[in-house]
């Protein structure tokens, strides 16, 4: 499995809300500024899908990333399992100076573990300035 995590400094209903929304995701969800998400779709329930297109800003290049949430805890975890079959399970937490989320995966095998880890990472980074830029507003 690999691990990426974040703290947002927001409040725990705001972190969830934004994350589970599909007029935010297509906000944040990218690893790089030349590569964005058109489209997003979310049922957020156990046995409900999730679809996300992911595409090059310049047309070159895109693919749909898409699963079935097999655990929900609201405002506390999010489970599923990606259309491959790996699986996926993220922690909220709730601690003094914010939110922690904790963002495990499998691994896929057609890229290093490292650039893997370096490019989920990057989307929850992502998550996390728009998240601070929307809360921090308020």
Do not use: C
């Amino acid at each position: 499995m690999i691990t990426v995590q974040t703290i947002l400094k927001a409040p725990i209903e705001k972190v969830w809300e934004l994350w589970i929304s599909p007029e935010h995701i297509t906000q944040w969800n990218h690893a790089s500024a030349d590569w964005h998400t058109p489209y997003a779709e979310n049922d957020l329930k156990v046995g409900g899908k999730f679809k996300y297109t992911m595409a090059a800003k310049d047309g070159s290049m895109q693919f749909d990333f898409g699963g079935t949430y097999t655990e929900i805890v609201n405002h506390s975890l999010i489970a599923y399992t990606i259309d491959d079959g790996r699986k996926v399970k993220i922690t909220f937490e709730s601690q003094e100076n914010g939110v922690v989320i904790i963002e495990k995966f499998d691994p896929e095998t057609e890229n290093s573990e490292a650039l893997q880890q370096q490019g989920w990472q990057a989307i929850l980074d992502n998550f996390k300035k728009h998240v601070e830029s929307i809360y921090l507003k308020l």
